[in-house]
T-cell receptor, first 113, second 115 residues
Framework: QQQVKQSPQSLIVQKGGISIINCAYENTAFDYFPWYQQFPGKGPALLIA?????SEKKEGRFTISFNKSAKQFSLHIMDSQPGDSATYFC????????????FGTGTRLKVLA | GAGVSQSPSNKVTEKGKDVELRCDPI?????LYWYRQSLGQGLEFLIY????????KSGLPSDRFSAERTGGSVSTLTIQRTQQEDSAVYLCASRPGGRGNQPQHFGDGTRLSIL
């Protein structure tokens, strides 16, 4: 019940294309769903986050789509650029207590020039 | 600096030695987390601090692992009698604290290699 399942494990996209990464969870107590971007040798950096009271959130080229009934959420990267090549992690956190993150296993994205 | 600072950035040690990893959170952040990132795996939660107390230590993998936080600021993660399976990147994160979910801000981690 604590798991967050992330797919695909790796993704190759042409420059200008759309990158889509999916995550699914089981615990309905989760109420905060951030996405982090990690470059080699660096720590994860917050990209965008969503709460279950909205179905979509957009920031620049990055969009989170959230399906509460299916317990799924996804990250869409529009007009993907080579500089977007990184590892992306989804996470989930409960509405109370420690607010610790349960992370997905990560998606390694490569955008070809 | 303005971000979470971790030291050392890299640590190589022999099996059986003790190591100490340091985290300096963002000023004013009362909540502090340690996570471990193993090769090819995601990030797993280790321990959570609110101020100087650690109400959630559920992720510490064995009694060789301990952590403390002093002055509501700097935290150290200590691994005693290191084993090869302890090799990983140890990440620290902080957030302002208080009620409600807020983003966690991560340091760049300490890459620990056990020979």
């Amino acid at each position: 019940q604590q798991q967050v399942k992330q797919s695909p494990q790796s993704l190759i996209v042409q420059k200008g294309g759309i990158s889509i990464i999916n995550c699914a969870y089981e615990n309905t107590a989760f109420d905060y769903f951030p996405w982090y971007q990690q470059f080699p040798g660096k720590g994860p950096a917050l990209l965008i986050a969503i709460r279950p009271d909205v179905s979509e959130k957009k920031e620049g080229r990055f969009t989170i789509s959230f399906n509460k009934s299916a317990k799924q959420f996804s990250l869409h990267i529009m007009d993907s650029q080579p500089g977007d090549s990184a590892t992306y992690f989804c996470a989930a956190s409960k509405a109370s207590g420690t607010y610790k993150y349960i992370f997905g296993t990560g998606t390694r994205l490569k955008v070809l020039a | 600096g303005a971000g979470v600072s971790q030291s050392p950035s890299n640590k190589v040690t022999e099996k059986g030695k003790d190591v100490e990893l340091r985290c300096d959170p963002i000023s004013g952040h009362t909540a502090l987390y340690w996570y471990r990132q193993s090769l090819g795996q995601g990030l797993e939660f280790l321990i959570y601090f609110q101020g100087n107390s650690a109400p959630d230590k559920s992720g510490l993998p064995s009694d060789r692992f301990s952590a403390e936080r002093t002055g509501g600021s700097v935290s150290t993660l200590t691994i005693q009698r290191t084993q090869q399976e302890d090799s990983a990147v140890y990440l620290c994160a902080s957030r302002p604290g208080g009620r409600g979910n807020q983003p966690q801000h991560f340091g760049d981690g300490t890459r620990l290699s056990i020979l």
